[in-house]
């Protein structure tokens, strides 16, 4: 099984938080692609507060990894759109909650949401371990 291959460029300032510059994936390994991931509920609900929207779209992104046989470790790419800067602390401690100490491809944005109860949202890529 060959392994996912981070990409540290020595003349590349090192990164701030918990990612590499890039994360190459060898051939054969299949791709998922995870929608953009709402803090929406399995009962419909929208938590209030940030800390909860944010575990709820996690969950959502490794149910939807899970499903197609995958785990957070096989995550090559992260991009977290966020509607207020003030959540980018409490994003990256829950991120690396979750993550451990796994590093993919990671851009945080700060961005309007489609419906203004949402208070972030997250795309996602992932590598399979095998063909």
Known sequence: MAELRPIRPADVAAP????V???G??????????SGQIPTLADGSVPADFD?????????????????????SDLVK???FLTSRDHAARNSVIRREVLGSHQPALTVIVA???????L????????????
């Open 16 to 19: 701030v938080g918990n990612y």
């Open 21 to 23: 510059h890039g994360l």
């Open 25 to 34: 994936v060898p051939p054969g390994r299949e791709l998922v692609f995870v």
């Open 52 to 72: 909860a929207q944010c575990r709820a779209v996690w969950r959502n992104i490794i149910a939807t990894l899970q499903a197609a046989g995958l785990d957070a």
């Open 78 to 80: 992260v991009t977290t």
């Open 112 to 118: 309007q949401t489609l419906d203004p109860a949402w």
């Open 120 to 131: 972030l949202e997250i795309e996602a890529i992932a590598a399979s371990r095998s063909p």
